[in-house]
């Protein structure tokens, strides 16, 4: 099983400032990496998929980079309902599976 | 706009049968380029993928080594919904679970379209 570990646990930062969250693969997954936002209460929202596509409707400030083993997800510039838990996600293809990285809180500073 | 919306009891007893259902509008169960998904999420397992079932000429499921013993998802074409049932459940498979469309045509290999989560505890 392909296991995603995510960095850093937590993340504290002000409104306006630049969010770096990073997501390191066991092994390559080629470009098969996507990115979720999850509010308390809420289902996980997409943002990013194949590594840097945009998911519909997600504001330009969201951006994915990386291939292989090494992912970054970039918030250009923080808006106060940017601050949540973030998860990254792969896909295998044989055995077919999904594994999810354990979350990056991002706090308010 | 795709929407799913689950429905199930939120409360199983141990050794009985977990079962949640997941309705689609706005899609196809059907659909030739989507896949159907059962999530949890626990504070202990964070986020895990349980399985998926999907319609390429023929019906596929592909389930999580962890309960692959255990799950069986299946589509329901005369009502566009698909299910969850997970047999001999234990504490350990209390979480919130949800369902959730990979529409390879629209995200990749992602789950852009969520169930609203249905908090499920296995408890006497």
């Known amino acids: 099983e392909i296991v995603l570990t995510q960095s850093p646990a937590t993340l504290s930062l002000s409104p306006g400032e630049r969010a770096t969250l990073s997501c390191r693969a066991s092994q390559s997954v080629s470009s098969y990496l996507a990115w979720y936002q999850q509010k308390p209460g809420q289902a996980p929202r997409l943002l990013i998929y194949?590594?840097?596509n945009r998911a519909t409707g997600i504001p330009a400030r969201f951006s994915g980079s990386g291939s292989g083993t090494d992912f970054t997800l970039t918030i250009s510039s923080l808006e106060p309902e940017d601050f949540a838990v973030y998860y990254c996600?792969?896909?295998?293809?044989?055995?077919?599976?999904?594994?999810f990285g354990q979350g990056t809180k991002l706090e308010i500073k | 706009q795709v929407q799913l919306q689950q429905s199930g009891p939120g409360l199983v007893k141990p050794s009985q049968t977990l079962s949640l259902t997941c309705a689609i509008s706005?899609?196809?169960?059907?659909?030739?380029?989507?896949?159907w998904n059962w999530i949890r999420q626990s504070p202990s397992r964070g986020l895990e993928w349980l399985g998926r079932t999907y319609y390429r000429s023929k019906w596929y499921n592909d389930y999580a080594v962890s309960v692959k013993s255990r799950i069986t998802i299946n589509p329901d074409t005369s009502k566009n919904q698909f299910s969850l049932q997970l047999n001999s459940v234990t504490p350990e498979d209390t979480a919130v679970y949800y369902c959730?469309?990979?529409?390879?045509?629209?995200?990749?290999?992602?789950?852009?379209?969520w169930g609203q989560g249905t908090m499920v505890t296995v408890s006497s």
């Open positions: 996600q792969q896909r295998s293809n044989w055995p077919p599976a999904y594994t």
């Open positions: 706005g899609d196809s169960v059907s659909s030739n380029s989507a896949a």
């Open positions: 194949d590594a840097s």
């Open positions: 959730a469309r990979d529409e390879v045509a629209v995200a990749g290999h992602a789950f852009d379209i």
